[in-house]
């Protein structure tokens, strides 16, 4: 599957993270069925937060970038 060019609704985020967390994160992919990206897996877990933190993210779109 091409990449192509990024959805117009979307923006760039970047996030320096020490090695330790990459790494678990990198475990956590493994653990899944579906192997997520580690962006994809970061969605996932910020979802989560938010839902757990009782903020509606139901007007996010998440789907697939």
Same mark, same amino acid.
């Given at each position: 599957? @091409?990449?192509?060019? &990024?959805? %117009? +609704? %979307? !923006? &760039?985020?970047? =996030?320096?993270?020490? %090695? !330790? $967390?990459?790494?678990? #994160?990198?475990?956590?992919?493994?653990? /899944? /069925? +579906? $192997?997520? %990206?580690? &962006? /994809? #897996? *970061?969605?996932?877990? #910020?979802? +989560?937060? $938010?839902? !757990?933190?009782? *903020? +509606? @993210? @139901?007007? =996010?779109?998440?789907? /697939?970038?």
């Amino acid at each position: 599957k @091409s990449r192509g060019r &990024p959805k %117009t +609704d %979307t !923006a &760039p985020v970047m =996030v320096r993270m020490p %090695t !330790a $967390l990459i790494e678990t #994160l990198d475990e956590a992919r493994r653990a /899944e /069925e +579906d $192997l997520p %990206t580690r &962006p /994809e #897996l *970061i969605r996932r877990i #910020l979802e +989560d937060g $938010l839902q !757990a933190g009782g *903020i +509606d @993210s @139901s007007r =996010v779109v998440w789907g /697939e970038f």
